[in-house]
T-cell receptor, first 117, second 116 residues
Framework: NAGVTQTPKFQVLKTGQSMTLQCAQD?????MSWYRQDPGMGLRLIHY???????DQGEVPNGYNVSRSTTEDFPLRLLSAAPSQTSVYFC????????????????FGPGTRLLVL | AQKITQTQPGMFVQEKEAVTLDCTYD???????LFWYKQPSSGEMIFLIY??????QNATEGRYSLNFQKARKSANLVISASQLGDSAMYFC?????????????FGSGTRLSIRP
């Protein structure tokens, strides 16, 4: 059971380049989400998904695309990178609902550090 | 729109003392969940504790407890008998759904430093 995995761990891009941040989970969680964390700040929700084929926007979706073709994978795409997208990106997953009052948790990946020059 | 406010950017506490980290939230919903996360200097996000809006008793998890005051819209984290390993950033967060970790929004965090 690997939990939530993210690749790459670190990436440098030039302005205007595109790339995809990968996120995968092996816990059969319905819910997955992407956050960005800027220095000295909390996490901000970019996009989320409640299941395969279903995605929605979070607080800061501009400049990012997502898709969810399988339960396991939730890639984040930067179509044309900008310096303002320099940040640490976290992927997270959880069950959509906690059944029977049993408290579940939200599992985070280790993060991807992205630098856009 | 929902909002989380953490007014303490940084705190210093002596080892073995108890510490309270403040969190207030703003929502017009009746159904929601409140979370606390720890982020050590290594960067990973660690879930600590959860309180649902319908839960009448304050949540506890080991040395962590959540002081939930619904009328005041506050959800303070209390760490008893602090340890050096508690030094980290702490984030209060909120989901607009009860018994779910979906669409969580975060506060700006409090940096806790434990003095030996």
């Amino acid at each position: 059971n690997a939990g939530v995995t993210q690749t790459p761990k670190f990436q440098v891009l030039k302005t205007g380049q595109s790339m995809t941040l990968q996120c995968a989970q092996d816990m059969n969680h319905e819910y997955m989400s992407w956050y960005r964390q800027d220095p000295g700040m909390g996490l901000r929700l970019i996009h989320y998904s409640v299941g395969a084929g279903i995605t929605d926007q979070g607080e800061v979706p501009n400049g990012y695309n997502v898709s969810r073709s399988t339960t396991e994978d939730f890639p984040l795409r930067l179509l044309s990178a900008a310096p303002s997208q320099t940040s640490v990106y976290f992927c997270a997953s959880s069950y959509a609902r906690w059944v029977g009052g049993h408290q579940e948790t939200q599992y985070f990946g280790p993060g991807t550090r992205l630098l856009v020059l | 729109a929902q909002k989380i406010t953490q007014t303490q950017p940084g705190m210093f506490v002596q080892e073995k003392e108890a510490v309270t980290l403040d969190c207030t939230y703003d929502t017009s919903d009746q159904s929601y969940g409140l979370f606390w996360y720890k982020q050590p200097s290594s960067g990973e996000m660690i879930f600590l504790i959860y309180q649902g809006s319908y839960d009448e008793q304050n949540a506890t998890e080991g040395r962590y407890s959540l002081n939930f005051q619904k009328a005041r819209k506050s959800a303070n984290l209390v760490i008893s008998a602090s340890q050096l390993g508690d030094s980290a950033m702490y984030f209060c967060a909120m989901s607009p759904e009860y018994s779910s970790a979906s669409k969580i929004i975060f506060g700006s965090g409090t940096r806790l430093s434990i003095r030996p």
